[in-house]
């Protein structure tokens, strides 16, 4: 009979926390998701009432109030983490020296079944939390490293490729599943990925997600205007395939970021 697994998922992305639940019931049917948790401080609050009743913590790096490692600093956590993340980092790999793995979005189940493999492995192991010293070294340097955020994209134009830096676009816009770049030089590019992975690959310092459609960066904004019940439209060079609102609920966010 095998032993129960109590879970906990902590990803701001509802899509990828639902898929993430349903490949885990498939690997292992004997795992329960206590809770989807988006957020850091959704997680702290959580966690201090009830770690003691989870196994294991799957954890986004990134999410939507800050990173996952800030959970780390606020509460004391013995559990063993999977990260889930999509962008890569040689740092990462100090991870799984500390018994901790990391799976890269968008992952599989081959991958999800390594991750188990490797939790059941260290379960009976004592321990885990020695890792952690380490793990909160790393996180301060993925904090403040900007190799950490993605630099360049590797994108299709008529027969070749080429590399477009971060730093030539000016926003990303989504139609029909598809992601588009617009360049300073007037430029649009398809991007490979989603809208989400980029939120997590790109520096929240230089690039906001300003709507479901769009992502835009600093530099390119030329004014930002008032608009109908308490929204803002944001004018941007290059100009951009559609108008830019800004919701009600995100004007403060907006605001501070555009004021950093």
Known sequence: MSMSLRVAIIEDEPATARNLQHMLLDAAPEAEVL????????????????????????MDIRLSDGLSFEIFSQVHITLPVVFITAFDDYALQAFKANGIDYILKPFDDGELKQALVKFNRLRNQSGGADGYAQLLKIAESLKGNPASYKQSFLVHTRDKLIPVTVAQISWFYTANEIVYAGTTDYKQYVIDGTMEQLQQQLDPAIFFRANRQFIIQRKAILEVDFYFNGRLSVKIDPPAKEQILISKARVPEFKQWMNA
């Open 35 to 58: 809770v989807i948790l988006p957020g850091v401080a959704e997680a702290v609050s959580w966690l201090q009432q009830n770690a003691q009743q989870c196994d294991l913590l799957f």
